[in-house]
């Protein structure tokens, strides 16, 4: 098992080299994961190659080799729930964080994968994400979810939908208006946007919540 330093070491590598196609160095690894010095970075990543996770090629920089993600080991071993096995899990794409407006570019490449058992699911093409922010929290859709979009084009009336404007990637609630659409969120703070239709681009519905307890240590 890893340990939480490790864990977040592990998806700074994925989401660094699936966005750079390369290795960070190790002063990048120290100011992101705001570690005191290279030593430390060290520790870490001896850790991951003991484990398996990644290799070091000596005397070469930025040659770090991931092998295998946390996300691989659960969905080659099945470990969602006792009496589940690979067969009954689904593999979906998972694209980072989306706070209230985001960038499109956020869907261009995955950064990890997320499992989810299939009887949870709809079938067709599905998309990850993680909630930022307050801007959904009167409808149940807190900071720090799991929401999984299935891929549509067409806008469904009083549904969560995963929509942009331009470059702007938004999950807002669509209320049908006629030839516009009112886009909305659940802060009270905040504006609803009415648009006509054709101005908005959707990309998917919202079809499934999850959500992490994180307990504070003592």
């Known amino acids: 098992m890893l340990t939480k330093r490790q864990h977040e070491l592990l998806a700074f590598l994925v989401d660094y080299q699936t966005r750079n196609a390369l290795s960070p160095s190790y002063e990048e690894i120290c100011r992101a994961l705001k570690l005191r010095s290279k030593s430390a970075v060290h520790g870490l990543v001896n850790g991951l190659e003991k484990r398996g996770y990644c290799k070091r090629f000596p005397n070469r920089a930025r040659a ?61 093409d599905l998309k990850a994400f993680e909630v930022q922010g307050d801007f959904l929290k009167d409808w149940g859709i807190l900071n720090g979810d799991q929401v999984i979009f299935q891929a549509t084009t067409e806008g469904m009336h009083d549904m969560v939908m995963l929509v942009s404007i331009d470059q702007k990637l938004m999950l807002r609630k669509w209320v049908n208006e006629g030839h516009r659409v009112t886009l909305k969120t659940a802060n009270r703070y905040m504006i609803p946007e009415i648009h006509f239709k054709e101005q908005v681009k959707v990309h998917g519905k919202m079809v499934f919540l999850w959500r992490s307890i994180k307990y504070p240590l003592s």
């Open 64 to 124: 770090i080799e991931i092998l295998k993600t946390v996300d691989s080991d659960m969905a080659a071993l099945g470990t969602l729930s006792p009496s589940s096995s690979s067969s009954d899990v689904q593999v979906i794409p998972f694209f980072g964080i989306l706070g209230s407006v985001g960038s499109l570019s956020t869907m261009d490449m995955p950064q990890r994968t997320v499992n989810v058992l299939k009887e949870f699911l709809p079938e067709g």
